[in-house]
């Protein structure tokens, strides 16, 4: 049972990155559009004064927050493709349907009751439009479980068929006609328990916010600690787009998550502060600041012979965390050699939220100092307080490397440079990943123009051990036959892999940002086309 419950969660968790890292692009685009409608960088720079440029990003930012107002489809179609083993098209497409027929039946069903309230005072009442209809306001909830169910019924019946007349019926057609029943049932039910789960949703988010910081450190701790596990982003994603994350009024509408909020008030030029619910969202702090602090100790505290090639690996590491906030190959590099580094540095980034929040910083930090500069420099101090986000993140600069190169010298730990004469790093740099490339090493002969490929699926255990290839933003995830049969020593040191964690069947290989092309590769030499996982 625990077996099969940590499988379901592996396999949610993976699909939840198709929405969950879309997201973040529009509300990138939002800011660049903020940016073209700035009074203050109008007023500095007179060749935005003109109505093609002000026009341009009025209606990028206006048309990309209607994207808002649809989380439910956009989490619904997201989750059906990631939980889709096979068809993944035809899931998603299906999902879409289905969520057509969801707020239609719920509509309704909620007309025949005579439970409709009036369209020009739905605020407070539990009701809103979704998509033109009204519905119980489930927000993201409706997506995520009309994504789930879809996957469900899709993988169960897109493979059966019929014979004679009935044969066009069968695949991704019988999966719709098994939907359509399913769906206007839920509808039916959900019209009469929503509200108790709404109540309870609305229960835990008070309970939060009336923890204060405590909660907030909760938070930002448990983000960190559930790196190893994959399933970290299980806990932000409520915060950034459910009413946990707070419930705001912006231009006339009520909006529920964190990031649902503020990409609003980005927008909304009558918006003098952003909301204090942004703090749910300054989890970047520790990847544009803190880490950096921990790699200079662990660069310091090197052996002066190994201190070269500790820079050739740390500085690509540093740049990537700073830059576009991915943090993994900084984390794995003492994750499993020194766990006491890793927990001290998920208390520090619960803490040094806490610390923003003390101080009322309303800076946007959700990754790496790209995504901050778009976000706060168009908004400028008064809306954000970034300056003041900046000094904090100086602040535990100094106190991850103070603390790291402490205990690294405390207790002997052997970080990248500190390694015993013979034992290979755990951390590798782009460029040693390229060397790599290609070549033939001992005990696994890479077949003709397969390159890395090959070395991957041998050190798996091989084609036939592989059952399915996924990936997330930064790692390739499996699952496998006979997991004991993977060789980790081959994955990091022949590979650039900066850890392998193996959770009973379930594998995950940490690459970075070059994940999506050892997934393509792995495909390709494995035969196998994305849609047909």
Known sequence: MKTKLMDGMQRFS???FIPVLILPIAGILIALGNLFTNAKLIETVPFFDNPITTGFGMILS??????????????CVGLAVGLAKKKKSEAGFTSLLGYLVFINAMNKFMELKGILVEVDSLQGTGQSLVMGVQVLDMGVFLGIILGIVTAFVHNKFADKEFNNAFQIYGG???VFIVLIPVV?????????????????????????????????????????????????????????????????????QLLEGARNIYYAEIADPSVSVLSPSVIWDARGISKMFGLIGACLAMYQTASPENKGKAKAILIPAVVTSFIAGVTEPIEFSFMFIAPLLFVIHAVFSGLSMV?????????????????FLLYNLPLGIEKTGWPMYILV??????????????????????????????QETKLYSKKEYNEVKGKKTAGVQPQEGTGMASIIVNALGGAGNINTVTNCYTRLRLTLNEPGMVDEAILKNETGASGVIIKDQNVQVVYGLQVNSVRKSVDQYLGREEDDE
């Open 393 to 422: 993140g100086l602040l535990f600069f100094v106190l991850y490397y103070v603390t790291f190169r402490f205990l690294i010298l405390k207790f002997n730990f052997k970080t990248i440079g500190r390694e015993e004469a013979g």
């Open 62 to 75: 206006g048309s990309l927050v209607s994207i808002l107002n649809n989380l439910g489809l956009i989490f």
């Open 172 to 174: 991704s057609r019988f």
């Open 14 to 16: 993976k699909a939840m």
């Open 355 to 371: 610390v923003l929040n003390l101080l009322n910083v309303r800076a946007i930090g959700p990754n790496g100092f790209i995504d």
């Open 184 to 252: 206007v049932l839920l509808a039916i039910a959900f019209t009469y328990i929503w509200p108790f789960f709404q109540n309870g949703i609305n229960s835990l988010g008070t309970l939060i916010n009336q923890s204060g910081n405590f909660g907030i450190f909760l938070y930002g701790t448990l983000e960190r600690l559930l790196i190893p596990t994959g399933l970290h982003h299980l806990v932000y994603t409520p915060f950034l787009y459910t009413s946990l994350g707070g419930i705001q009024e912006v231009g006339g």
